[in-house]
Nanobody, 128 residues
């Protein structure tokens, strides 16, 4: 019904910037929100950022506030994560996800279970 695919990962040095992209296809008019999650080896998948499609409300994990910026281009079904001042701790596989459901508060968008559609992931590696 809805497909999402990430791109833009790579190997960078600490302090560098990187922009991830997520392309949505299919029945994208049903999408209410999209988000970014990441998972490092041996760790749980964690929330990074999210944005609602209708109003553009944004949400960020404390670990990335002030460094990462999420945005979307409704007309092109694109979503982006601009990552600045990257740290080795940011090293992980990054996933984009989409939800076709709306929720009564922003708290829901921090949870993986909120999202029905997931990309394959793109590797981000930050060296010291």
């Amino acid at each position: 019904q809805v497909q999402v695919a990430e791109s833009g990962g790579g190997l960078v040095q600490a302090g560098d910037s990187l922009r991830l992209s997520c392309k949505s296809s299919g029945r994208t008019f049903t999408t209410y929100a999209t988000g970014w999650f990441r998972q490092a080896p041996g760790k749980e998948r964690e929330f990074v950022s999210a944005i609602t499609w209708r109003a553009g409300n944004t949400y960020y994990a404390d670990a990335v506030k002030g460094r990462f910026t999420i945005s979307r281009d409704n007309g092109n079904d694109m979503m982006y994560l601009q990552m600045n001042s990257l740290k080795p701790e940011d090293t992980a596989v990054y996933y984009c996800a989409a939800s076709s459901l709306s929720y009564p508060s922003g708290n829901y968008y921090y949870a993986s279970k909120t999202y029905q559609y997931w990309g394959q992931g793109t590797q981000v590696t930050v060296s010291s």
